[in-house]
């Protein structure tokens, strides 16, 4: 991975918790920056998606000037035209295999890796912070990965040399940890990081 200088990267499980911390490590105050609010990930989620309302609302109330996005059947100029326009890249939690499905659909990974190294703020939530690592296959069992049907690739955006595991303590997340993803994890030689 190349290095990559005044970048700012912000990866959590859950938005909403930290949200709050997020404008103390920027040059502008929010309410100066456009922020697209990419919740690709979470087309295929089912239920009220409260976890999700939830994480917008909180950039709201940091004082992010937000516009709701998806890539899901845009090409790469459409993607472009819009996302020029803007500072910062949300990307919401949800089914990280299904972004990446759409976001190689669309022809974009080269793209935001661009904008992050042209100095765009890139924001990640769960499934927005998987994908900022070097490759999801790791992550397979957790999420549905059937539902991204055929990738050409588990390549993610490259942003970070590690892979993130999100939601790490949390109970709904513990069995699925426990008797899938760690056996798969371990003896890897890819980086980890609990969040």
Partial sequence: ME???????FLTSQISCVAHHIPRFLSKSPKDLNLAFIDTAAEV???DLQ????DRQSL?????????????????????????KTD??????GNQFYLLKKMQESNILNLIRDYVRQGKIYIGSS???????????ITRFIDEARKAYILDSYEG???????????????????????????????????IILL
Avoid at 3 to 9: A, H, Q, S, V
Avoid at 128 to 134: D, Q, Y
Avoid at 159 to 184: A, C, I, M, S
């Fill in 3 to 9: 290095e990559m200088k005044n970048i700012k990267l």
């Fill in 45 to 47: 989620e089912k239920g």
């Fill in 51 to 54: 976890w999700l309302k939830k």
């Fill in 60 to 84: 709201v109330k940091v004082g992010f000037k937000i516009f709701d996005f998806t890539i899901t059947g845009k090409k790469a100029t459409e993607i472009k035209e819009k996302l020029d």
């Fill in 88 to 93: 910062v890249l949300y990307f919401s939690g």
């Fill in 127 to 137: 499934a927005g912070s998987v994908i900022a690592g070097p490759d999801l296959y």
């Fill in 157 to 191: 955006l490259n942003l970070v040399n590690f892979t993130v595991f999100p939601h790490w303590g949390d109970e709904y997340f513990k069995k699925l940890y426990f008797n899938q993803r760690l056996k798969t994890a371990y003896n890897l030689k890819s980086k």
